[in-house]
């Protein structure tokens, strides 16, 4: 029982001593430019409104963007229940 120790442990010094005698290089990928999508005007704030309508705005934004993320959510639930039932069913 002690003879697969000492095999783990050679191997274990084997794959160090291979992991050493590389030389890597890592490149760091560059960072994607992004394009500034204007989503319902809050990218620029309305200086000329009050602002309740930009607090308006951004809360009726958010509260879309939430609902949105509900509908995906529970639209993924269903569709992976409906691939697993006929599995739970054999």
């Not at 029982?1 to 590389?22: P, R």
């Not at 394009?35 to 200086?47: A, I, K």
């Not at 607090?55 to 269903?78: G, N, P, T």
């Amino acid at each position: 029982m002690h003879d697969w120790k000492s095999e783990l442990d050679a191997l274990v010094a084997e794959t160090m001593a291979f992991a050493k005698s590389l030389e890597v290089e890592i490149e760091l990928p560059r960072p994607q430019r992004k394009e500034m999508v204007e989503r319902g005007g809050l990218s620029v704030p309305d200086h000329a409104g009050s602002e309740r309508d930009e607090i308006r705005k951004r809360v009726e934004s958010f509260k879309a963007h939430q609902e949105r993320f509900i509908r995906e959510r529970e639209e993924y639930a269903d569709s992976l229940l409906r691939r697993i039932r006929p599995i739970t069913k054999s």
